[in-house]
């Protein structure tokens, strides 16, 4: 996996894939879905974070420089300083 949004879909279709197969015993199939729940976890994480960086690009698309003390991780120095307004 190389941590894109679109590995991340594959990976939650591979495990969907995993899930569907018909020859799984009982306890494989118990197995996969245990694998499946820690992925959905980890996986709305993800999502999740990937939705605050959208709103703090948002927030800085619509209010320039003078949002940036307040999203501190959105920003280099230079970018405070004047470079990107």
Do not use: C, W, Y
Request: hydrophobic content about 40%; aromatic content about 2%.
């Amino acid at each position: 996996m190389k941590n894109s949004m679109t590995d991340l879909n594959n990976h939650l279709f591979m495990q969907l894939e995993r899930l569907s197969e018909e020859n799984l015993s009982e306890a494989q199939i118990a197995q996969e879905a245990k694998r499946a729940e820690a992925i959905v976890s980890v996986a709305e994480q993800i999502v999740s974070n990937a939705q605050t960086q959208l709103k703090a690009a948002t927030l800085f698309a619509q209010h320039g420089n003078d949002v940036l003390p307040m999203l501190p991780q959105v920003a280099s120095s230079k970018t405070i300083e004047g470079k990107a307004k």
